[in-house]
């Protein structure tokens, strides 16, 4: 069975869970490990990790937050992890730690060849590519990468960099709208559905859940194989539980 898959979202600044808004004006939500047990209790099918000033700050991964998530988390739940990876040697030493997958993003754009690499090296399967989008009619999409943590644009368009790194072997897409991030007005549908539309991988809708309609129209209006959830879950406005028998009560196949 092709499981539709809730996945939460733990955005990590200097070792702490935090959630903002169009990603700024930040809130600490707490411990990501303490999290992350919960979640996986109450029934999430993965998690991602993502450290989001690394690149910002030009430097690694904060590997401690990361290590203590990994052992807070049974080993049956793949945790995804990314922010200020740049090359293999960082993908070996998170996957050495345990880590299920990868999400590359700025290192991306920046050097197209480490998609082809890293995909050679590690395996299609644990190389998601994380593209942070913001309207721009000037492009043919109308949706443009944005890099470094949202901060600068990369002019490209987002559909046509999502074929791009399909064919350099990426194994996953998860485009972020910055526009809708945390306002939890619903998901970016035009974009994620030209993305879904455009590659022949899982694609994951992130930024902008607030309702649990939200989660149904990602999947069967945008075609998303899976959906990120952060404001909805950090703040106690729904239980994963909720989240997956609303969708199997719209016929959405969830793992209960």
């Avoid at 399967?125 to 943590?149: C, H, Q, W, Y």
């Amino acid at each position: 069975m092709d499981y539709r898959r809730i996945i939460p979202c733990l955005d990590v600044k200097d070792g702490r869970l935090v959630k903002g808004i169009n990603f700024v004006r930040l809130k600490d939500v707490g411990d990501p490990a303490e999290n992350a047990a919960a979640y996986c209790a109450a029934g999430a099918d993965e998690l991602v990790f993502l450290d989001i000033t690394a690149t910002v700050e030009n430097r690694k991964t904060l590997l401690d937050a990361v290590k203590r998530t990994v052992e807070a988390m049974p080993s049956t739940v793949p945790l995804t992890v990314g922010g200020g990876i740049r090359n293999c040697q960082a993908i070996e030493e998170l996957m050495d730690m345990g880590v299920s997958k990868v999400s590359i993003n700025t290192a991306a754009v920046r050097n197209p060849d480490l998609v082809k690499e890293a995909a050679d090296k590690f395996g299609s399967e644990k190389i998601t590519i994380a593209i942070d989008t913001r309207s721009n009619s000037k492009l043919p999409s109308g949706f443009e990468v944005m890099v470094s943590g949202g901060t600068e644009g990369a002019g490209i368009d987002a559909v046509e960099w999502a074929k791009r790194v399909e064919d350099l072997g990426a194994g996953a897409i998860l485009p972020t709208s910055m526009d809708a991030d945390g306002t939890q007005a619903g998901y970016d549908i035009p974009m994620t559905k030209a993305t879904a539309d455009a590659v022949n991988l899982p694609v994951i809708a992130s930024g902008g859940a607030g309702t649990l309609e939200h989660l149904y129209q990602a999947i069967v209006e945008a075609g998303a194989d899976a959906v990120l959830v952060a404001s909805i879950a950090h703040f106690g406005k729904y239980t994963i539980r909720q989240m997956k028998e609303y969708l199997a009560q719209r016929r959405i196949p969830v793992n209960l």
